[in-house]
């Protein structure tokens, strides 16, 4: 038996143990199922795990946290070969949500920081441009020119990321 099978089998019974009485970690585990699953390639109970995340928030009051669900399912989407799905779920249930997180008009909190958030943002907008390419899709060739485009975004997390490990460094180095 593998680590992700013993991984799953041990947090299904979590799940079943938690649901009842903490949402929280019952979606935190699910997430933790998400990721064994598609260790192991499973990529449809991945799928089904984010489901059932997704049916434990508010998604009107919770729309990062659903965003980021939602998110975390492209993977195995793309791995399927379900390209319709992933473009519609960038389409209309990712990229306009990042989009008003990043302009403030949504005021909800997460404890990811921006440059996860952009990274989030960026691979969603490259797993469209790609679903698009694979399905043989016209536009394919204008979101592949849009992410060019969008260089102003991986130029602004490059520095984000850069000025992390400088960070980093002088931490370390007060340290020693």
Request: proline share 2%; charged share 25%; aromatic share 8%.
């Given at each position: 038996?593998?680590?992700?099978?013993?991984a799953?089998?041990?947090a299904?019974?979590?799940?079943?143990?938690y649901?009842?009485?903490?949402?929280a970690?019952t979606?935190?585990?699910?997430?933790?199922?998400t990721?064994a699953?598609?260790?192991?390639?499973?990529y449809?109970a991945?799928?089904?795990?984010?489901d059932?995340?997704?049916?434990?928030?508010?998604?009107?009051?919770?729309?990062l946290?659903?965003?980021?669900?939602?998110?975390s399912?492209?993977?195995?989407?793309?791995?399927?070969?379900?390209y319709e799905?992933l473009?519609?779920?960038?389409r209309?249930?990712?990229?306009?949500?990042?989009?008003l997180y990043?302009?403030?008009?949504?005021?909800?909190?997460?404890?990811?920081?921006?440059?996860?958030?952009?990274?989030v943002?960026?691979?969603?907008k490259?797993?469209?441009?790609?679903?698009l390419?694979?399905q043989g899709?016209?536009?394919?060739?204008?979101?592949?020119?849009n992410?060019r485009?969008d260089?102003?975004?991986?130029?602004?997390y490059?520095?984000?990321?850069?000025?992390?490990?400088?960070?980093?460094?002088?931490?370390?180095?007060?340290?020693?």
């Amino acid at each position: 038996m593998t680590f992700p099978d013993t991984a799953i089998r041990f947090a299904d019974e979590l799940v079943s143990y938690y649901e009842p009485i903490d949402t929280a970690k019952t979606i935190d585990i699910l997430g933790l199922m998400t990721v064994a699953f598609e260790g192991t390639g499973n990529y449809l109970a991945a799928i089904e795990c984010v489901d059932k995340a997704l049916e434990k928030i508010d998604a009107e009051t919770n729309q990062l946290a659903s965003t980021l669900l939602r998110y975390s399912k492209l993977n195995s989407l793309l791995q399927l070969g379900r390209y319709e799905e992933l473009i519609t779920l960038v389409r209309t249930s990712i990229i306009p949500v990042l989009e008003l997180y990043k302009t403030g008009k949504i005021q909800e909190t997460t404890t990811l920081s921006t440059e996860q958030i952009m990274s989030v943002e960026l691979e969603s907008k490259y797993l469209y441009a790609l679903s698009l390419a694979l399905q043989g899709t016209l536009i394919a060739k204008e979101a592949i020119e849009n992410l060019r485009f969008d260089e102003r975004l991986i130029n602004a997390y490059d520095a984000l990321v850069v000025n992390k490990i400088l960070l980093n460094k002088k931490s370390k180095s007060k340290l020693n």
